[in-house]
């Protein structure tokens, strides 16, 4: 009798009687013990444990920004606790939704805030630019992602916030709707 079935690590896992034999020309292995032998086709690494949180935000409706703000203004903010994980990588992914008004010139410059525990807000990742010139009433989505290749074993809080060298000309009223930041920390075994 042949018996083969197929386990979850993606192994093939044959139980060897007397009549054991493959249709595809595979080899054999026969062992005295009858225990299962076993063959590895899939040299991928063994997964490791996930997490994954989600905020979300907004801001607006905006004013002429002209010159320089005099803060950052925050837009969403997560927060994920790799603490028990083992070489975590953290991949963010901020999705949103900007409605311009008419006739407005805009250029927002987002970048993303790193805080570990009750530490220090520390920017990481570089700016992210949004840059749009509209004659109409519209809305356009907005996204980027970042890898945190270097988390803290800690709770760490991730903003996304809108710097204070964005302009917006010509026309107020920009809103940043459905703004999501997600967080998905994944272990490197």
């Known amino acids: 009798m042949n018996i ?21 020309n595979r080899p054999s292995y026969t062992y005295s013990d009858n225990r ?14 996930a997490l994954l949180n ?17 803060r950052p203004i925050p837009v969403a903010s997560v927060s994920i606790d790799t603490t028990n994980m083992c070489n975590p990588k953290v ?22 805030i790193k805080t570990v525990g009750d530490g220090s807000p520390q920017p990481i990742g570089g700016t ?12 356009e989505s907005f ?3 970042f890898c945190d290749c270097n988390p803290a074993y800690d709770n760490t809080t991730y ?9 917006i000309a010509v026309t107020a009223g920009l809103t940043i709707t459905n703004a999501v930041l997600s967080a998905l920390a994944v272990e490197s075994l």
């Open 4 to 24: 083969i079935c197929e386990n979850e690590r993606d192994y093939d896992c044959c139980d060897n009687r007397p009549s054991y034999t493959y249709s595809d």
């Open 36 to 49: 299962p032998s076993c063959r590895c086709y899939n040299r991928a690494p063994e997964p490791g444990r």
């Open 54 to 70: 989600v905020g979300s935000g907004g801001v607006g409706p905006l004013p002429i920004i002209s010159t320089p703000l005099s």
């Open 91 to 112: 991949l963010l992914t901020f999705t949103s939704i900007i409605s311009l008004p008419v006739d407005i010139l805009v250029n927002l410059n987002f970048t993303i």
């Open 128 to 139: 992210f630019t949004f840059a749009e010139t509209v004659s109409v009433l519209e809305s």
């Open 143 to 145: 996204s980027f992602q």
């Open 159 to 167: 903003t996304i916030q809108l710097e204070p060298t964005s302009l």
